[in-house]
């Protein structure tokens, strides 16, 4: 009992954590607040619908392809013009970005919410440490956990982590040391398009469905996850994003019936207490980097 | 003769901005069905815009829950109008202490009051808040009121019929009443921007270290401009709910957001003509792509919904990109003779802001 509910709120931590840190790298590199995100999960979503009588491997490779290829095009046409902006226009313009891909999958093949059966693998029970748990919950965790570990590495370890945090840092400074805007810029909205596409996996899998609206949630997680856990460091904002999912755990196992719908407004509440009090998040020590 | 001069050009911006809107509600008041649907809505965006605008382009700081705001106006709206019989079989279930809610009635007039009112008050209790963040602390802070005012409403289903729409509305709002409020509001955005506290919180857009070490209370002014701005986009609520005498708690949220900024940045959120215009401009804009969806100009053969929104958010991404301060910038419009004379006691006019975070 203990077990099971460890391994899902853990894992549902592991979940958040991979979205925060899917708006807190682009916020620290470029000051957006990417509002579009939740589209990039869509993006990854609707590959797993397209190409969901493959292998679930290969649907999931073809979920980050898709989730890549919009990241980039929407860099490319989108927040490139506007690169020098401030980040109030660029949340806006990312807000327009949201809206124009949301139409577009409305227009073509996601009018109406569309069913993805389950794998039938993830549906099994196992025995886990003496406990019973789904191949699902297990598969949240292994997946994000391998995820956060090799953003982890990739920030910590190489040449291209190295340059995004100082590009973080400042990122005038970093570019007239010799990191090139061209590179990190678009490296970071690979990374982000790699983050949504396996968070969109996970996802589907455990939603079972795809709907052109269906990236407004992850989207305000990564938000309030990333608020809380301080938006200045990869760090803080994935330790966040894991305290809101296994707060969210707990709060959906003890919380009585009547109030779990207004856990919403419970948690944006939260938000802007935190951002009256400690605008550079619960977490973070440093300083905050926002206008 | 420098004092006339000086009144005329005070007064000519009103002037030709309320002229606008009575152009609009003529159409709306004397075109056929269609038109006049499209014109007063257009009106009600205006008195919604121009709400906004009285904090944002005085401020320089972006909101994006003032739709909140008019949330609580329509709800107010719904509250006092509805007649009683049929009140009592939509609120069967309201908890004790609201159920005079269910026993109150008054004219339209009174509910447009009331819908500024009750706004007012949740912008007092909100002001705090605003009156602390800048930049995109208080871009997120403003999304998150909207996120549990949408919340609140669509989960309290005893008091706010959650996700099923509000029915029953009398039709109070006629064109008149719209411009009305409109050439209201427009005076009242004119008057707040002219007067002593308007200047000061200006002068924070402009640079907010030198206005607070020059000694002006920045926090209070953005307070008041809230305040005054959430009892604008209060009136603009009821009359919304006033004219489509039926309404849904999702009329509340991102999609209406997403309209109002594309009209306020498309505008110019930093002069109160950018509201007005950009307002009607994107009403206009939003009705002719309808009809283009709906196939009207390609032969009757409609096109995938979604087209219409595409088109929107391409359009604003250019103006963002091509006119950040929208197609007004800074100015206002005037009569053509008084720009010259107007323009010495304005010298903020001449240049864009340094920073409008």
New interface residues.
């Given amino acids: 009992m203990i077990i099971e509910f460890l391994v899902n709120a853990v894992g549902l931590g592991a979940l958040y954590a991979l979205l925060t840190i899917g708006v807190a790298l682009l916020f620290g590199v470029l ?1 957006l ?1 990417n509002f579009a995100y939740g589209e990039l999960i869509l993006a990854g979503a609707f590959a797993m619908y397209l190409f969901r009588d493959q292998p679930w491997p290969f649907a999931v490779l073809m979920a980050i392809l898709f989730s890549v290829v919009v990241a980039v095009v929407s860099e490319r ?2 927040f490139h ?2 690169r020098d ?5 660029l ?3 990312s ?3 949201s ?2 891909l ?7 093949v996601l ?1 109406r919410t569309k069913g993805v059966p389950p794998e039938s693998f993830l549906s099994h029970r196992i025995e886990f440490l003496g406990a019973d748990v789904s191949v699902l919950d297990l598969l949240t965790l292994g997946l994000c956990g391998v995820m956060l570990l090799g953003v982890a590495w990739l920030m910590g370890r190489t040449s291209l982590g190295i340059q995004l945090r100082a590009a973080a840092e400042d990122f005038r400074m970093a570019s007239s040391l010799g990191v090139k805007a061209n590179l990190v810029i678009p490296a970071a909205f690979v990374i982000v398009g790699v983050l949504s596409a396996v968070g969109a996996a996970v996802l589907v899998a455990r939603q079972g469905s795809v709907s052109a609206e269906m990236g ?1 949630q992850p989207m ?1 997680i990564g ?1 309030i996850g990333a ?1 809380l856990g301080g938006m200045s460091s990869l760090k803080g904002a994935a330790l966040g994003g894991f305290l809101l999912g296994a707060a969210t755990a707990l709060l959906e196992s003890l919380l009585p019936t009547d109030l779990i ?2 856990r ?2 419970f948690l ?2 939260a ?2 207490a935190v ?2 009090v400690r ?1 550079q998040g619960l977490l973070s020590g440093t300083k905050v980097r ?2 | 003769m420098k004092n006339q001069n000086r009144l005329v050009a005070a007064v000519s911006t009103p002037a030709i901005l309320i002229g606008l809107v009575l152009v609009v509600a003529l159409i709306g008041a004397y075109g056929d069905v269609t038109t006049a649907r499209v014109a007063t809505l257009a009106l009600v965006s205006v008195v919604f815009v121009v709400g906004l605008s009285v904090f944002s382009g005085n401020s320089g700081v972006m909101s994006f829950g003032h739709v909140a705001f008019m949330a609580a106006g329509a709800y107010t709206t719904a509250y006092l109008t509805i007649p009683v019989p049929l009140k009592k079989s939509l609120f069967s279930d309201l908890p004790g202490w609201l159920s005079w809610l269910a026993d109150v009635h008054t004219s339209f007039p009174v509910a447009l009051l009331a819908g500024a009112v009750v706004a007012g008050v949740v912008g007092l209790v909100t002001a705090p808040v605003v009156a602390r963040l800048s930049g995109l602390q208080s871009g997120i802070a403003t999304l998150a009121m909207l996120m549990v005012t949408y919340n609140v409403l669509n989960s309290w289903t005893e008091v706010t019929r959650g996700s099923s729409s509000m029915i029953g509305i009398p039709r109070g709002t006629t064109a008149w009443w719209a411009f009305a409020v409109a050439a209201l509001a427009v005076v009242v955005a004119w008057g707040y921007r002219c007067s002593r506290g308007g200047l000061q919180l200006r002068a924070s857009r402009e640079d907010f270290w030198a206005a607070e070490a020059a000694g002006i209370a920045v926090g209070r002014h953005r307070a008041i401009a809230w305040v005054i701005s959430a009892m604008l986009c209060g009136v603009a609520g009821a009359l919304y709910a006033g004219y489509l005498t039926s309404f849904n708690v999702n009329g509340f949220f991102l999609a209406a957001t997403f309209s109002f900024v594309v009209m306020i940045v498309l505008g110019g959120y930093l002069s109160l003509s950018g509201a007005v215009v950009g307002a009607l401009a994107v009403s206009a804009l939003q009705e002719v792509l309808r009809r283009f969806q709906d196939g009207q100009f390609t032969g009757g053969s409609a096109l995938p919904a979604g087209v219409a929104d595409l088109i929107v958010a391409g359009v604003l991404l250019v103006v963002l990109v091509k006119a950040p301060y929208g197609l007004m910038g800074v100015r206002e419009l005037r009569l053509p003779g008084s720009r010259r004379r107007a323009a010495e006691p304005a010298p903020e006019a001449e240049r864009e802001p340094a920073h409008a975070g």
């Fill in positions: 000051g607040m046409l989108a013009p506007l902006a401030d980040p109030v226009t949340m806006i313009a807000f327009a970005v809206l124009a949301q139409s577009v999958a409305r227009m073509t009018p407004l305000l938000v608020v719908a207004f919403d407004a944006f509440s938000l802007i951002l009256v605008p926002v206008s």
